[in-house]
């Protein structure tokens, strides 16, 4: 009989972590409280960024677990070589990343899970639940795990039971606060003090034949208006439009709290996104979209004795995201851990005792460079050549 595992939360992670699961003979169930994002009639996404850059990390990761597959769920990612610094006069300076045309990818953060959805939906051995919510784990040694869900269908919890858990349930996860009951784990969160606000740039109104006939700026780029605390970065989308995200402190977000003091802030500081984005539609989006909150967890151990449970991808280690590798990383700890599996010939307890302790260093550095990068991005990529254009223009 093959073991059974319920993988709790169908984001990014967990369906990656299903489809390595099923690969290797488990029969997996794979849990989510919201409704199917890839019906029409869904309204509850995960919107918590449209876009997202991938990069040789989370690559890799796919790859190792199922070769060929980033051909299928990343045929649509934007190469994005280097960055594009704005400066206050609308100047723009490309900073690659690499002498041998490094990059990193652009990809639609609904596109790439509804394409994971779809390659967990082709392997016979994975049942997905969606409007299931994980609200209680049954731990028990030597037996099996039950885990409570509350459903949208039924007004009594259901149960079901399994030799193991695996929890992708994002930053706030119950699978996380459940093992906490269980286990001594070491546990901090704490939140940035930064608001982060979507806007969204428009395809090129007209052609410009520089860029492929519908982007407004190079698609090629990662474009960043750094400008000390707080910046604008924009990511391309395959239709021509970016995704553009403002970043900077509450207090200053808080403090622009009339149309007039927002269009003021916004043209004085990024008069040439709001040029490709419209002054009105710059301000009704910094007035009206959601506030994003950016928050850390740290924990360790990262799994219960007797290859109970583990937890990865957010629920494990969340960062803010200016190193772009949340997601990337995520996807790391499910390559890792199927190595572990490998490497222990399926025995889960020596697997999972050895990802905690062989894992936490590198997740712990990359959280930091993570908050560091905050840092680089909103005024380090300034370069010299800028500082000293700058100058030059007071004189
Ligand atoms: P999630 O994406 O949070 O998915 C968790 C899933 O679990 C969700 O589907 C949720 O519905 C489900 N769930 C939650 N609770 C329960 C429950 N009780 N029962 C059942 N289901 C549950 N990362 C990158 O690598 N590159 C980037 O460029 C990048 N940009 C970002 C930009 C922003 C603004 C933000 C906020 C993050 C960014 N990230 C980026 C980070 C990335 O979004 C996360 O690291 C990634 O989404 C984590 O995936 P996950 O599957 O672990 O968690």
Known sequence: MP???????????????????????????LFDYRLDPRLATTQDRNLR???????????TSLEYVDKGI?????????????????????????????????????????????????EVDNLQNVALKFGHKLSQIKFTPNAKQTCVFTTNAASAAKEYAFDFVLGCDGAYSS???????????????????CCYIELYVPPAKEHNPKFNGKFAISPNHLHIWPRGNYMLIALAN???????????????????DTRSKIQDFLTNNFPDAVEIIGLKQAVDAFENHPRGALMCVECSPYHLSQGRAIILGDAAHSMVPFYGQGMNCGFEDVRV??????KHSGNRAAAFEEYSSKRHTDLVSIIKLAKN???EMSH???????LLRKKLDTL
């Open 3 to 29: 073991e059974t595992v319920a993988v709790i939360g169908a984001g990014l992670v967990g369906c990656l972590a299903a489809v390595a699961l099923a690969k290797r003979g488990y029969e997996v169930t």
């Open 337 to 342: 851990l199927m190595q572990l599996l490998d």
């Open 49 to 59: 960024s449209i876009n997202l850059a991938i990069s040789a990390r989370g690559i």
């Open 380 to 386: 380090g990529v300034i370069s010299n050549l800028y």
């Open 238 to 256: 395959g239709d021509g439009s970016f995704t553009s995200t403002f970043f900077g402190p509450w207090s200053l977000v808080e403090g622009l």
């Open 70 to 118: 980033s051909k299928r769920v990343l045929k649509d990612i934007i190469p994005m070589q280097g960055r594009m610094i704005h400066n206050l006069r609308g100047h723009q300076e490309a900073q690659n990343y690499g002498l041998f045309g490094e990059c990193i990818n652009s990809i639609d953060r609904g596109v790439l899970n509804n394409s994971l959805l779809d």
């Open 373 to 375: 990068n905050y840092k």
């Open 175 to 193: 699978t996380r606060s459940q093992m906490q009951r269980e286990l001594r784990m070491d546990f901090s969160q704490e939140y940035i003090d």
